[in-house]
């Protein structure tokens, strides 16, 4: 994103909630997690900003931080230039505001991260795992996950060849 | 097939049901179209003019109440697992399984995954493995013939139409 399109946010929220780093590779913002939903309606609607196309949104599991982060990347046509949004939640009680309203197409990948890191979206329309069984236990891509032996009587691992 | 009578004046065979039997039966094994995952657009050359399954009587059925084998092609996660069964248990006897690929084998790449079947004759037994990733169609096509030498050893008047177990 480009240092403008931060100062636009960074007026209106404030330096202190949204975090501009660019030590990384690529530059990202940092979000709070309760404010993820009122920025990502400033960021989409505002005339200068228009970040109108929702890319992707994923998790990354931290137990050390005991923390779950997750990554908005959005496309704005008029500024021609990607955004990277990132909000972290406790590992324990991974809560945070959905963003369907705002992009309908997030819903999806909210539910695929409820799936499979736990996350619990607020106020998702349909909130259930999307591609595991609803009888699944545990979320198999956090770092501390154990496969069960069994899954329904079928055995889960195979013996190497000798 | 071995001991038939050829009486060539008459135009006769004389041979035993068993034999006919089998040699019919081999000669049209219908295969259940299903897929899993890559494995299955390897399965579709198999059908497709080069390799061509149809000539030797193979074709697909949509349905597993006319097939008698089933081609598993492909990874197959916990959840597709326990459709293959019930796949499976819906076919008539006698019927014959051929697992496609390093998947259906043992999992193949996805060995380490959560959600993916070590290997389909966990479930269900399988008489054929073909290796590879994923297998060329010859492979496949090596495979359906094994199936066909497998038939013709069978017994199936004696044992009322079912499979021998021996085999
Ligand atoms: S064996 Fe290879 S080609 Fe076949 S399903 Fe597995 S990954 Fe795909």
Known sequence: MTYKGYDILALRFGKDTIIYCDKTLNPYIEVSSDQIQEVCIYIRYHPELKFSFFFSLSGVDYPEKNRITLVYHLFSMKLKTLCVLKASVNRNHPELESIESVWKTAGWFEREIHDLLGVNFIRHSNMKRLLLPDDWVGYPLRKDYKEPLLYHDMETSRDKPS | ?167
């Not at chain 2, 008459?10 to 899993?36: A, E, H, P, Q």
């Not at chain 2, 198999?46 to 598993?72: E, W, Y």
């Not at chain 2, 084998?105 to 996805?110: A, S, V, Y």
């Open chain 2, 1 to 167: 097939m071995k001991g038939n009578i050829i009486i060539t004046d008459k135009n006769t065979i004389v041979s035993t049901m068993d034999d006919v039997i089998n040699w019919m039966r081999k000669s049209s094994i219908w295969y259940l179209l299903f897929g899993t995952a890559c494995c299955a657009i390897e399965l579709m050359q198999t059908g497709g003019p080069r390799t061509d399954l149809d000539r030797i009587g193979s074709v697909f059925r949509s349905t597993p109440r006319q097939a008698d084998l089933m081609i598993v092609a492909g990874t197959v996660t916990y959840k597709m697992a326990e459709r293959i069964v019930l796949l499976y248990h819906q076919m008539a006897d006698p019927k014959y399984v051929i697992s496609m690929g390093s998947c259906a084998n043992c999992g193949g790449l996805f060995q380490n995954s959560y959600s993916v079947l070590k290997g389909v004759d966990k479930i269900i037994p399988v008489d054929i493995y073909v290796p590879g990733c994923p297998p060329r169609p010859e492979a496949l096509m090596e495979g359906v013939l094994a199936i066909r030498e497998i038939m013709m050893k069978e017994n199936y008047l004696k044992n009322h139409g079912r499979r021998s177990n021996d085999i």
